[in-house]
């Protein structure tokens, strides 16, 4: 066991007016299996990087170990994957590989085809055998669930559950919860260890968020309640304070002497109740800091003169002589959620590509509803670049929505003034489900649009959802989206 100590780290970006960390202090131990949240764009990548030592910081970073960062880099995917491994690990025993790779359920003939032949799923368990390889190394596992399909993901954190010494990027919750004991989060104000798994992070933060909630809502009604009193003292002082030049009922001389010293009485209380409510309105701003926007998200859809708006009869869909998926039947009814599930290469996106009207060879029925408008979110976002005025007005859809949502999805509005193309991966997939919702359409088809979004974010979309319950066919890895989203599962 050896210890990295985090103390005073801050650091910022040439050019930036905001520091991404300022004053950090943590420890962690290198034998944790460390799950590292939060929102996009808060700092989880960088901190990786300075870690790695590629930028420059104030404060210190010390450790005893040196760090492994996953994915690795693979220029030539042409070469063939034994060579690939030989380049990132030189120095390894067949059997160690041989080993892992069982553990990943991968056959060993991968070794002996172009890199780039291989499925994403995997090139991903390939190379996370590579990786623990490295020994003496703590290793800084960055996103690894992307284009993983569900079984995959499963294998890969139970995988990961039998070692120990990493931090581990991901915003899925059931993977998360399957292969880490502490949990590092980046929280609006400050960096943060607790020990268990996301769900007991997850517990333990709306716990907190409630009390302050609370606490907040008692500080609000006290500082009324002082302030009112502090006014009425106030204006108290200042009448018994005129009665010292003016005569009692009687005629005779007022006491000056006392009608001071009670005025000053009356306004040393004032005082005192105005000291005990700046005491509490101090109080109240230590509060709510690391609470997370949860605002409803409002959408509008267009409703369908028919109920169902697409039917399919029997598809089959090939290319050529491949036969990607067989005997397929579903239809789609407004109102429901369907997700389309079933392993990477099972057909899953020739089917969004036919509903979508691109030309799919197919045999079987195919209908779809005239004039019916859809959305759609690829998971491709290399084609999003300029401001996010121009993308909108583009778009044709309404700008103060699009950047409303995107608001609640945590963008800060300086990210309004950027060029989209410098966005965090999971900044580019918010601003397509932005667009989609902001479309007036009658069905939304969402192709793996979770990727490197961040888990409160989920959450919101999944809210958004269930209340507005818009017409969705989507395809998505993470178990608990869909377990919590979806009406009807079809399965390939």
Same mark, same amino acid.
């Given at each position: 066991m050896s210890l990295i100590n985090v103390t005073n780290l801050t650091f910022a970006y040439d050019g930036s007016y905001d520091n991404i960390f300022e004053d950090v202090n943590f420890q962690i131990d290198t034998d944790w299996k460390l799950g590292f949240t939060g929102r996009n764009g808060r700092g989880k990548t960088t901190f990786l990087n300075l870690l790695l030592g590629k930028y420059e910081y104030s404060g210190h970073i010390s450790a005893n170990v040196s760090f492994e960062y996953f994915p690795f880099q693979v220029n030539n995917r042409q070469d063939q994957t034994l060579d690939i491994i030989n380049t990132i690990v030189p120095d390894y025993q067949h059997w160690e590989l041989m080993r892992e790779l069982t553990l990943l359920k991968v056959s060993e003939d991968v070794l002996y085809r172009p890199f780039e032949s291989l499925s994403n799923g995997e090139q991903t368990k390939v190379l996370l055998a590579a990786l623990f390889l490295k020994e003496n190394s703590f290793l800084l596992i960055d996103e690894p669930t992307n284009h993983l399909d569900m079984n995959a993901r499963k294998l890969v954190s139970e995988y990961l559950?039998?070692?120990?010494?990493?931090?581990?990027?991901?915003?899925?919750?059931?993977?998360?919860?399957?292969?880490?004991?502490?949990?590092?989060?980046?929280?609006?104000?400050?960096?943060?260890? +607790?020990?268990?798994?996301?769900?007991?992070?997850?517990?333990?933060?709306?716990?907190?968020?409630?009390?302050?909630? #609370?606490?907040?809502?008692?500080?609000?009604?006290?500082?009324?309640?002082?302030?009112?009193?502090?006014?009425?003292?106030?204006?108290?002082?200042?009448?018994?304070?005129?009665?010292?030049?003016?005569?009692?009922?009687?005629?005779?001389?007022?006491?000056?002497?006392?009608?001071?010293?009670?005025?000053?009485?009356?306004?040393?209380?004032?005082?005192?109740?105005?000291?005990? +409510?700046?005491?509490?309105?101090?109080?109240?701003?230590?509060?709510?800091?690391?609470?997370?926007?949860?605002?409803?998200?409002?959408?509008?859809?267009? #409703?369908?003169?028919?109920? +169902?708006?697409a039917a399919l009869e029997h598809v089959s869909i090939h290319y050529g002589e491949k036969v990607v998926c067989q005997d397929v039947s579903f239809m789609i009814e407004q109102g429901e959620r369907i997700a389309l599930s079933g392993k990477n290469g099972s057909g899953k996106s020739s089917i969004i590509k036919l509903l979508c009207g691109e030309h799919i060879d197919y045999t079987g029925t195919f209908r779809k509803g005239s004039q019916l408008q859809i959305s759609y979110v690829s998971q491709d976002t290399s084609h999003l670049y300029g401001n996010l005025k121009d993308y909108a007005k583009i778009n044709g859809i309404d700008e103060s929505l699009f950047k409303a949502i995107l608001r609640k999805l945590d963008f800060a509005r300086v990210q309004f003034e950027k060029d989209i193309s410098s966005f965090s991966g999971g900044q580019k997939k918010k601003v397509l489900i932005a667009k989609s919702l902001s479309e007036k359409v009658h069905l939304h088809i969402w192709d793996e649009p979770l990727n490197f979004i961040d888990v409160i974010s989920r959450m919101q979309i999944e809210e958004l959802l269930l209340e507005h319950a818009p017409t969705l066919l989507f395809v998505e890895h993470d178990r608990k989206f869909c377990d919590n989203v979806a009406t009807k599962i079809i399965e390939l």
């Open positions: 559950n039998t070692k120990s010494g990493y931090i581990l990027v991901s915003h899925d919750r059931s993977f998360l919860d399957h292969c880490v004991d502490h949990i590092l989060s980046i929280n609006k104000t400050n960096i943060e260890i +607790q020990k268990g798994n996301f769900s007991d992070w997850w517990e333990n933060k709306q716990r907190q968020d409630h009390y302050e909630l #609370a606490e907040n809502e008692k500080l609000r009604k006290d500082i009324k309640r002082l302030s009112d009193a502090a006014k009425r003292t106030s204006n108290w002082s200042h009448e018994v304070e005129k009665t010292k030049n003016g005569t009692r009922n009687s005629g005779s001389k007022v006491d000056k002497g006392y009608i001071g010293h009670k005025s000053a009485k009356m306004m040393k209380r004032s005082k005192s109740i105005e000291q005990r +409510q700046e005491s509490a309105i101090d109080e109240r701003s230590k509060l709510l800091k690391n609470i997370e926007s949860a605002e409803d998200l409002k959408i509008t859809q267009l #409703a369908y003169h028919k109920n +169902q708006l």
